[in-house]
Nanobody, 122 residues
Framework: EVQLQASGGGLVQVGGSLRLSCAAS????????IGWFRQAPGKQREGVSC????????YYADSLQGRFAISSDNTKNMVYLQMNSLKPTDTGVYYC???????????????WGQGTLVTVSS
């Protein structure tokens, strides 16, 4: 069974940083694309980032590129999301998702983690 466990969320002030982690199991990690989605209060879920593990190619939402960085450690089956210069609009529940695509569109076949809450205070 595909399992994705996100962690690392918390409360941070504007301009601060957080590093989210996703522990993955139940599939061949090296062959997969794993990403992050988020859902802010009262808003639709949106794609944040995706990493294609085969070649380490990465993709980001246009509004986030430059502040967020996704990476993976294939020896540990882990994916990370480094978030810098956080804004109140970054507040939301962040979900680890597999697989993902470069378009960051929702995929019917995707498995979702339980999510971790990020709160950015102003």
């Amino acid at each position: 069974e595909v399992q994705l466990q996100a962690s690392g969320g918390g409360l941070v002030q504007v301009g601060g940083s957080l590093r989210l982690s996703c522990a993955a199991s139940g599939f061949t990690f090296d062959d997969y694309a794993i990403g992050w989605f988020r859902q802010a209060p009262g808003k639709q879920r949106e794609g944040v980032s995706c990493i294609i593990n085969r070649d380490r190619s990465t993709y980001y939402a246009d509004s986030l590129q430059g502040r967020f960085a996704i990476s993976s450690d294939n020896t540990k089956n882990m994916v990370y999301l480094q978030m810098n210069s956080l804004k109140p609009t970054d507040t939301g529940v962040y979900y680890c998702v597999a697989p993902c695509e470069s378009s960051l569109a929702d995929l019917d076949l995707a498995s979702w983690g339980q999510g971790t809450l990020v709160t950015v205070s102003s």
